[in-house]
């Protein structure tokens, strides 16, 4: 039989995929680099987010479709839809959230997340059982499955660069879902049951309000993970000693800590040491040290300490020669307060220390850089770096041995 859709609840059932998405896609980024609880908490919210855009996706639209006799939505399969998506969309997003994803891991996060809208749909369509057969058209059916799995493949692979905007997977991943599901009802016959099924069922005035509600806390709740967190503790001055054991007590290095702890909260946590730069000021000072987030508290690394830095969304981690250390600054603005003649962004989510770099190799189809570091380093390179640092890291070799 022939459906007819409310235009509007259409329009609906595809702008929630998509906000659904750049909240789940946010998360998802910020997962790799990360530690401990943060990531599984980082895993854990993205599934649900993308989970429930994609749950409240399909039953949205199919309160949208005008059947020419009642329906009601069995309780079980209405459940059971939601978690299916959550369970199988989390291993999607764990299997591309490595620290170097490949082709291979691209391919198998597409599938999954593309076998996870497509089960999504057909489990919450057997949430129909009470009111109407089905039967579905194989042709349609495999339609649906290639385009869950070839959009998300192409969301997840927008979402790995950095470079654009987390709007445009998202919008992938909305239409992705809506094809996946518009597909697989335009090959689906519906025909009224003579007795209804005793089981539990929903109407669709209920189920309406409960997929709104549900959607809604699920989106405001994780959205609230995005903004970042300020402390609320009063600042404090700060010694060099306090602040990174085995600095000299010079005046210098305390002036430089004092005067950071003295602004208001939001400067101490982007690190401002030293006046903006701009027409008539003076250019930006140097930092000496860079600020991290550890225990509840801002601490503060020696920039000397710092081996190579790592972008993670719109915040970084420091890496020491043993650790990563969670710095709430974007990898812009820890630039900025870098020396450019020591420090170098060798690739758009790394910056080096040139000092640290002992050599390359090959990985893959690219390079990566080996870091004198306590624990094995290395770092990816892009191409047009790549030339300066080897003949870098051949002039030092050479000094080296003219030295000794």
Known sequence: MQVAYEPWFVLLSIAMP?????????????????????????????AVALAAAVWSMQFVAMLAARFSFPVDYLVLPTLLSFLVCIIVIGVAVFAVSGDE????????????????????????????????????????????????????????????????????????????????HYMAMAGTNLSARALASSAPALSPDV???VVAIVAFCIFAAVLLLLV??????????LTAAAVAPGLAEDGSQNVTVAAAATGSDSDLRRGIFAP?????APPPRIAEQLPIERDG???????????????NAH???LFDGSAKLFCPLAIGEVESRLDRGRFMRVHRSHIVNIDRVVGTKKSGDGEVLELAADCPYTVPVSRSRAGWLKSRIKEKSGGLRQGG
């Open 18 to 46: 998509i906000l659904g998405g750049y909240v789940g896609f946010d998360l998802a980024a910020q997962i790799r680099g990360a530690l401990g609880t943060r990531r599984r908490f980082l895993l854990a919210s993205a």
């Open 101 to 180: 994803p490949s082709l291979a891991r691209l391919l198998l996060s597409a599938c999954l997340m593309g076998a996870g809208i497509f089960a999504t749909h057909y489990v919450g369509m057997a949430a129909l059982a009470a009111s109407a057969y089905l039967t579905n058209a194989p042709s349609y059916v495999a339609a649906s499955l290639a385009i869950a799995i070839a959009l998300s493949g192409l969301a997840l692979w927008l979402t790995m660069d950095r470079r654009l905007p987390l709007i445009l997977p998202a919008l992938l991943f909305g239409i992705a879902v809506s094809c996946t």
């Open 207 to 209: 189920l309406t309000i």
């Open 228 to 237: 970042p967190d300020r402390a609320k503790t009063a600042p404090q001055i």
């Open 276 to 280: 903006l730069g701009g027409v008539g």
């Open 297 to 311: 508290a801002t601490h503060f690394v020696p920039v000397e300490n710092v081996v190579a830095v790592h972008a």
């Open 315 to 317: 915040y970084t981690f």
